[in-house]
């Protein structure tokens, strides 16, 4: 059973940087989908990264592309989501998932498709003000 615990979340003055961290546990394969989503009050739940973890596929929203950068650690057990010059539009629950079943291809196409990952960790809230 994979089990995903994400922390970092916090409160930041606009312009400024976050690190958000998912620890990832129960996975039997080493290369699989993951993906960060994110979720405002009052707004459908929005994909911001899909990455295969060997790296071969990194995808990124328009609306954080260029800002906002994955990587994860040797071991892929935890899984990273620095996010910089952050704004007011950024505030929101932030998720990771995984789909430990998946091949890469498909994987950035996940980005808007949250019912492909088959496992959430509960969320870390990121509040930009």
């Known amino acids: 059973h994979v089990q995903l615990v994400e922390s970092g979340g916090g409160l930041v003055q606009p312009g400024g940087s976050l690190r958000l961290s998912c620890v990832v546990s129960g996975a039997r394969k080493s290369r699989y989908c993951v993906g960060w989503f994110r979720q405002a009050p009052g707004k459908e739940r929005e994909g911001v990264a899909a990455?295969?973890?060997?790296?071969?596929?990194?995808y990124y929203s328009d609306s954080v592309k260029g800002r906002f950068t994955y990587s994860q650690d040797p071991g892929k057990t935890t899984l990273y989501l620095q996010m910089n010059s952050l704004k007011p539009e950024d505030t929101g629950m932030y998720y990771c998932a995984a789909d430990p079943a998946s091949a890469s291809f498909p994987c950035p196409g996940y980005i808007e498709r949250p019912t492909e990952y088959d496992y959430w960790g509960q969320g870390t809230q990121v509040t930009v003000s």
């Open positions: 990455i295969f973890t060997d790296g071969t596929r990194t």
